[in-house]
């Protein structure tokens, strides 16, 4: 069997995210209740974070990306208060953008660290410092999965590639994130007659199996296309706003 026809590339990868998410907003705002929509959206944030890595060690200029993220993290910011709180202005929870800008500094400044030519050990002791840093201004600015977006953004950094180390590494820090750190809510469960609490955000483990058929492929790719990527998170959380106010209560 040609395994290639089981490969994604970067674009599918990228729809794939979208529908999850698409899935996952629509539940929170205009189909509530579809507890299956969440479900299938918890795949969307580990697969966006995976291709943020992938963008890292892709792009040609990374002052650009960042700017590019900025920019839309701000077009984000209305729409997400709108969809999250039904206001324009929301101090307390901010859009996922900004989670994965945060993500992308602490990557770049462990990256730099990496390469450096200090001693192994002062190497690590930077490393940890700068992902805990990540965490705490994650958690502090309230940004979407808080400190957690953050850590699953380094995750995919620090065990960037396709070998079983890296793909072991991968499974253990998706596990320790979403089924002991992201606990919060659960379905219960029967296992051989035994009933237990599923979180939730454990079904997040379930985005690398798209991960891992994803081979470094491209895809069609365009400005367009790349544009029309970004603008599809803030127009779509700014439609469902829409759709949820003037819908019959």
Not at 38 to 46: I, Q
Not at 99 to 117: G, N, Q, W
Request: charge should be positive; include cysteine; glycine fraction near 6%.
């Amino acid at each position: 069997m040609d395994n290639k026809k089981f490969q994604l590339n970067a674009l599918t990868l990228h729809l794939i995210a979208m529908f999850c998410m698409l899935l996952d907003h629509m539940w929170a705002t205009v189909v509530t209740g579809n507890m299956w929509m969440t479900y299938v959206g918890r795949l969307a944030f580990p697969i966006f974070a995976f291709m943020i890595v992938e963008g890292y060690f892709h792009t040609s200029n990374f002052k650009k990306y960042l700017q590019r993220m900025l920019v839309f993290a701000l077009l984000s910011e209305i729409p997400f208060n709108l969809m999250n709180s039904g206001t324009l202005i929301d101090p307390f929870h901010q859009n996922v953008i900004w989670t994965f800008l945060i993500a992308l500094l602490c990557v770049s400044r462990i990256d730099r660290t990496l390469k450096s030519d200090r001693n192994f050990v002062f190497r690590v002791l930077v490393c940890a410092g700068i992902s805990m840093l990540g965490y705490v201004v994650g958690t502090i600015a309230m940004v979407d999965y808080h400190g957690h977006g953050v850590l699953t953004v380094l995750v995919f950094y620090f065990f960037h590639g396709r070998k079983w180390p890296q793909l072991l590494g991968q499974a253990a820090g998706l596990y320790f994130i979403n089924f002991v750190l992201l606990q919060n809510m659960t379905i219960p469960l029967m296992l051989f007659d035994h009933s237990y609490d599923f979180p939730v955000q454990g079904f997040a483990l379930l985005s690398l199996i798209p991960i891992w058929l994803y081979r470094g492929k491209q895809g069609p790719h365009s400005k367009a296309i790349q544009y029309a990527c970004y603008a599809f998170y803030p127009v779509h959380i700014l439609v469902l706003s829409l759709i949820g106010l003037y819908m019959p209560t």
